[in-house]
């Protein structure tokens, strides 16, 4: 039998002890694509969280499935759609309690729409985010270079969010997408490194003007480093990762801050962490 913690009500087990409430919220992970990337993101979420003890990071559902079919794929090549997977992956975040769920994955957001409209918790939108970051911290880029996959190109997945922001996306030119983009992202999602390939492909991007670069590929900052580059290197997960730690932190305070509390999610609605009280 498992015992009962402080503050659980067995008349109500829908109901979060409030000592688990106070803590923050519970963030589940769809990850999985690809298992490195998943794990790099948790990593960087331990390490960006202000911390003194284990009690101070954030409580995580972490749901990895490296089975999700292949998201370019299926948006370039007919493949099998990954929904169903996503919508599973999200389902069980949600039936674990999650109060929001984050998606370290650029591509299989082209795929998000229909997973909002039926897990019924928010998701937060990491493409959205990376535009408000750029607008807010780096005002004067207005044309931005994009690592990313081939479907997250074709979707123009940043290109709505960046335009809204006045600025305008470079791609890599359809032999550098081939032979330096997709082979480097391939390669490292065998296990090997491809820093050269994507060292070379960044660098085209800025010799046609890119005022940054953004990674748009959670593989890409597993083989790029920003002093490879002489222009911002823009990193769609961190800017998750620190949005999420954000999150919690307000959560916490005594005093909330409303304006990251009531975060635009991916379905266009305003989401309020639960009363701590």
């Not at 975040?93 to 909002?116: E, K, R």
């Not at 490879?228 to 801050?257: F, G, M, Y």
Request: proline share 8%; aromatic share 4%.
């Amino acid at each position: 039998m498992i015992p009962q913690m402080p503050g659980d009500d067995p008349g109500r087990p829908e109901d979060d002890p409030a000592h688990l409430r106070s803590a923050g919220p519970l963030v589940g992970v769809l990850g999985g694509m690809g298992p490195a990337a998943t794990a790099d993101f948790y990593t960087r979420l331990v390490r960006e969280t202000p911390a003194t003890t284990d009690q101070d990071h954030l409580r995580v559902l972490l749901w990895c499935d490296p089975t999700v079919p292949d998201r370019s794929r299926a948006l370039l090549e007919g493949g099998t759609d990954p929904t169903p997977w996503l919508l599973r992956g999200a389902r069980v975040l949600a039936a674990a309690g999650s109060d929001v769920i984050a998606v370290p994955c650029n591509t299989a957001h082209a795929f998000l729409p229909a997973v909002a409209e039926e897990a019924g918790v928010p998701l937060v939108h990491m493409t959205e985010r990376t535009g408000r970051y750029l607008a807010r911290h780096h005002p004067s880029v207005r044309r931005v270079g994009l690592l990313a996959t081939t479907g997250t190109l074709r979707t123009k997945l940043y290109d709505g969010w960046l335009t809204d922001a006045g600025i305008s996306v470079l791609e890599p030119d359809p032999v550098s997408q081939a032979d330096e983009v997709m082979a480097a992202i391939r390669s490292i999602k065998a296990g090997e490194t491809s820093s050269q390939l994507l060292r070379t492909a960044a660098r085209r991007l800025v010799g046609r003007g890119a005022q940054a670069v953004i990674a748009g590929c959670s593989e890409v900052p597993l083989g790029l480093d920003s002093r490879d580059l002489l222009v911002p290197l823009i990193d769609p997960v961190q800017v998750l990762v620190r949005t999420l730690v954000a999150l919690h932190l307000s959560a916490r305070a005594s005093e909330p801050r409303r304006d990251i509390l009531d975060a635009e999610c991916h379905d266009g609605t305003k989401y309020r962490w639960r009363d701590s009280g």
